[in-house]
């Protein structure tokens, strides 16, 4: 993703210190507010699906405060704060510790009162991802990736099952989340007929969970326009050490420095380069 080499390293400590503090705002931010949200705690930040709410900030400050304690000198890169001071992401590729918070990923899920909805939280170095953990505060179970070191399902401390992408499979048999509205595609046509012809299509409006699907090995690939350090960090690390392999759509790494170029995964280069191919991307 860089040139840069990572100037830290993360150790499964600290990452259990990070799905904790997830936790913890999800048990007594997130939850308590959900479905129990006024009119006053939703407010619009740019269209009808950006939305933040009450809960959105004061789980990013908290998760903030308690993350200070593990790392005091970190860069704290969140969604919410990133409104109000846009230097912060401008900031993350340079960064020798980082550390990137989507308090609340899916929040016009969360606001609409559907359980589809996450917490996410990356650590990283020079722009390199380090440590990724991706919470589902329904089940309170979270997806966690080490660089070098794999991903795996956490519950409660333990350890549920390794995380490894689908294997690789033709376009007729592929499932998968696709961004469609705004494609750089090179041919419209041709890009709508491969869709079509795919066996499903879906999209949660939600990262974190279609992240979560993908590393499960649920789903064959996924296909962004925009790529927002803090929605799509976590992911990267995650579905990179569940071995898959993913670019941006003109196949160059993740770049920070550029969050809208669109981002695509998939279980092996090989297959990458059929959806690339099929969707005539640019």
Known sequence: MTTEQPGISVTRNELDRVVAIARDAARHIIMPRFRNLSDGDVRNKGNVL?????????AERHIVAQL????????????ESCALEPELRLALPSAR?????????GTAN????????????AVASYGVPLASVILDPISMDAALALRGQGAWTD?????????????????HQMTGKAAWRNLPTRNREKADTTFREMASLWDFRCAAHEYLLTAE?????????????????????????AGGYGARLDGLPY????????????????????????????
């Open 110 to 121: 969360y606001a609409a009162g559907l359980p589809l909805f996450g917490v996410m939280i």
């Open 68 to 79: 200070r304690d593990v790392w005091p000198d970190a860069l704290m890169v969140g969604e």
């Open 97 to 105: 510790l980082a550390i990137t918070i989507d308090p609340i990923d």
């Open 50 to 58: 950006d939305l933040v709410t009450i809960a959105d900030e004061m």
């Open 255 to 282: 770049d920070l420095k550029r969050p809208n170029q669109g981002l695509l995964y998939a279980p092996d280069q090989r297959t990458w380069n059929l959806i690339h191919q099929a969707l005539a991307l640019d």
């Open 155 to 171: 519950r409660d401390g333990k350890v549920l099952r390794r995380l490894h992408m689908a294997a690789p499979t033709g376009l």
């Open 217 to 241: 090995g649920a789903g064959h690939f996924l296909l962004y326009t925009r790529s927002l350090p803090w929605d799509h960090l976590p992911g990267w690390l995650l579905l990179h050490e």
